[in-house]
């Protein structure tokens, strides 16, 4: 019998917290029954005036010294290995790589989605986010309220121009309800890399991605068979795989004007 999540979401818990409690998230503050919680207790609170005063008296004149503003920015540093361990289905969405002019700073760039882009995944390009825009992408991705969005963009020309960004029209599989849950998709793409030896079957080199021959968001009922999916590099993923009648744009534009 499955566990179920002890701060009121009544989901499926994965996690045993630091308090023996099971959540459905690594934090308790993360999980929808508590959130609803917590913004129901908190409806309605004003901060006084006096307390704003006491606040800011007793943080006026604080300073931390350069050592311990290092030794935080070192703790809140995310790393590439770091974000794979605790968000294993955001790596297996998004690319992630350090700046090879810079690999001892550990700068995390990633793909701008705009496929017209420099910095996009088909031109082979890369771009350095800004740390809330990592964050809210990996929130959208990872969370179960989350709605898939919040996409990296390099520039707010990229944003406003691309089709997918919701000002142009949105995303047209937004609201696309999906048949099969994470964790099935998760078995179904380890399947397909076994059977296929994590090799691509394009070029023969080390496989990361699965391809789908009939577009999973067209076709959504043919998104688990692997009859209809091979394993494939990166680059041949996007540079055959997506590159002309099946990429994001092409498809997003097909849905459009049907």
Not at 137 to 142: A, N
Request: proline share 3%; aromatic share 10%.
């Amino acid at each position: 019998m499955k566990m179920k999540c002890q701060y009121g979401c009544n989901q499926e818990a994965k996690y045993q917290l630091k308090n023996n409690k099971w959540c459905c998230s690594q934090s308790c503050n993360s999980c929808p029954g508590m959130r609803r919680k917590n913004s129901k207790s908190n409806m309605g609170r004003n901060i006084t005036i006096e307390t704003r005063m006491k606040l800011r008296a007793y943080n006026l004149g604080k300073k931390k010294s350069s050592d311990t503003i290092q030794k935080l920015r070192r703790k809140s540093k995310n790393t590439i290995s770091k974000i794979k361990q605790k968000y294993p289905f955001f790596s297996t969405i998004e690319k992630m790589r350090y700046n090879p002019l810079i690999p001892h700073e550990k700068e995390i760039q990633v793909h701008c989605k705009n496929h017209n882009c420099k910095n996009s995944k088909e031109r082979g390009g890369w771009f350095t986010p800004t740390y809330r825009q990592l964050a809210e992408r990996i929130r959208q991705v990872e969370q179960v309220d989350g709605n898939g969005g919040s996409y990296f963009y390099c520039s707010e020309k990229c944003k406003e121009t691309c089709i997918l960004y919701r000002s142009q029209g949105a995303d047209p599989f937004r609201n696309t309800k999906k048949i099969y849950t994470t964790n099935e998709y998760k078995q179904f793409r380890n399947y397909v890399l076994e059977r296929d030896n994590y090799k691509c079957q394009y070029c023969g080199e080390l496989a990361e991605h699965v391809h789908h021959e009939r577009p999973q968001k067209l076709e959504p009922f043919f998104a688990l068979d692997p009859d209809f999916a091979w394993s494939c590099c990166e680059k041949c993923h996007y540079n055959k795989g997506h590159k002309d009648e099946c990429s994001t744009g092409n498809l997003a534009i097909l849905k459009c004007e049907r």
